[in-house]
């Protein structure tokens, strides 16, 4: 299935597993809940935001919406969420209606690379956990551009490669890359390094980079525990064989990651022109 009919389809199970935010944890204290931590990684992406109450935010990737309300309510921005799961986009607008905040937030099925917005909408656009999914990362990150105001704002947090896998690795990992590509969704993985070239040809400056690689890393052992834990709960939802996937997969990520393969990165930008 392609990455729409995926997210169409883990839309009722991730909650069970992720919680109510569908993206990785900042662990950077101690005795963190995986709720408290998801939550820090959207302050800690704030923190590079200058903006404030009033402004217009784009949010590409939203996903149910939980990121766009808990940025609505912590800094008062009027918030416009694009993805391209139905399901995604139904529940996210139910939510913000049964939160009272539809006159703030609202969510649109859209195209990334294409999302018909005028040119210089927003002044923000905020891609989270996103462009993995995305082959052609530079006209997504050119399309964010394009409708950035100028002066705008742009932030990006994604899984990153943290070098270049060389033809033999990639091979190697085939099987394993099937089992992540099961539970995630069809990924491409770049490195820091192309991200900030991006960044830079579709006239992005002030760049900055924070890779929380290490700080990320405890998500692995919550969602492998909420799997564990929701198996009765996922079969009778009938997601039996996709909870057994996850937890492989989570665990073939821990491994990544403790290589040192595979990195976790937040990317800054301005539209100065």
């Not at 883990?10 to 809940?33: A, C, Q, V, Y």
């Not at 564990?228 to 909870?243: F, T």
Request: proline share 1%; with cysteine; charged share 25%.
């Amino acid at each position: 299935m392609n990455n729409a009919q995926h997210y169409n389809h883990i839309t009722d199970l991730w909650p069970l597993l992720l919680g109510k935010n569908f993206h990785w944890g900042l662990f950077d204290i101690e005795d963190l809940s995986l709720e408290a931590a998801t939550d820090r990684l959207i302050d800690r992406m704030l923190s590079f935001i200058t903006g404030r109450e009033g402004l217009k935010m784009l949010d590409i990737g939203c996903g149910i919406g939980e990121p766009a309300f808990y940025v609505a309510n912590r800094c008062k921005l009027k918030i416009t969420g694009i993805s391209n799961s139905e399901s995604g986009i139904n529940t996210a607008n139910a939510r913000a209606q049964e939160l009272g905040l539809s006159g703030d937030v609202n969510f649109f099925m859209r195209d990334a690379c294409d999302n018909r917005f005028p040119d210089g909408t927003f002044d923000i656009c905020w891609l989270m956990e996103m462009s993995h999914l995305i082959e052609n990362k530079e006209q997504l990150i050119k399309e964010a551009t394009r409708v950035l105001k100028t002066e705008g704002e742009f932030i990006l947090c994604d899984l990153i490669l943290k070098r270049e896998l060389t033809a033999k690795e990639i091979f190697l990992n085939k099987e394993k890359l099937l089992i992540l590509e099961r539970s995630f969704g069809k990924a491409q993985l770049r490195t820091t390094d192309y991200y900030i070239r991006i960044l830079e040809s579709s006239g992005l400056k002030e760049i900055k980079v924070l890779d929380i690689s290490i700080e990320v890393q405890r998500t692995l052992d919550f969602w492998i525990t909420n799997a564990k834990q929701n198996r009765e709960v996922a079969a009778n939802l009938g997601y039996s064989a996709d909870i057994e996937n996850f937890i492989t997969s989570c665990e073939i990520l821990k491994e990544y990651y403790y290589e040192g393969t595979w990195g976790y990165a937040i990317f800054y930008g301005k539209n100065n022109d």
